[in-house]
């Protein structure tokens, strides 16, 4: 099973969002609501997708990759969701994670598979791996809720990092418009992640169970997304009240 990068935001001003966070503005939240709920898998998760390893055995390995790209657990919650207020304008500081975000090519995959980067935050690239890879990272574009879509990728950045050549420090940069990044080797067919690029701090993934809760909102009346890289983009309007609690699920059909 892979390891994922959990990021819950919320208590702390970090300078470097300086950038991405013009349009948001932080407020002192005094007895905020919340909202929780799961994220739930209709149906039977779809198969894995096998790809043949064609390349760099001795680090790949010889066996067939095979894709989990949707995983859910017995009771059909789904892992690797990103669940966020859509466009929210105010609110609680940011929580301070890192001053640099990163993600790693090991045994021929990336580290993590899916994590929350705030706009205007730097990312270091590493490659662990005895091969050559080349990371590409690319804007989704046209990402909208309740469609199929085929979103137009923008490039963001795409270099090679032969073994043994360092880190690469690069950047999400606070300019891209929307919120969906995705990331392969252009070495490496079978190899890929995504990241959520954040507005504000109002953005969680979900647990093991499909689980989630976000906390500390002013009172007020929003739209609730959950986004999955393959499954797509669901919307609800919710309404928060001063202190309440607030239980919202989001089901998606199996492709």
Known sequence: ??????LVVGLFVFPVFASSASKYQVIEVKNGGSVSGKVLLKGQAPSP?????????EAC????RMIQWVEAGENGGLRNMVVFLHKIKKGKT???????????QKNCDFDPWIQIIPKGSGLTVKNS???????????????RAGKRYRPVKKTMFNEGQPPGSGDIQTEIKSRIKDNFIRVNCEAHNF????????DHPYVVQTGEDGSY?????????????????TLGLQ??????????SLNQNFTFKSK
């Open 94 to 104: 940011w929580q301070k994670h890192s001053e640099n975000y990163g993600i790693d």
């Open 1 to 6: 099973m892979r390891h994922f990068l959990i």
């Open 235 to 244: 919307e609800e309007k919710i309404k928060i009240t001063k202190g309440g």
């Open 129 to 143: 791996d005895p091969v050559l890879h080349n990371i590409h990272i690319r804007e989704l574009k046209g990402v």
């Open 61 to 64: 390995g010889t066996d067939d």
């Open 213 to 229: 809760t976000i906390s500390d909102i002013p009172a007020g009346k929003y739209k609730l997304r959950a986004w999955h890289p």
């Open 191 to 198: 190899m890929f992640a995504w990241i959520f690029a954040a």
């Open 49 to 57: 997708e096998r790809i043949a390893v064609a390349k760099n055995p």
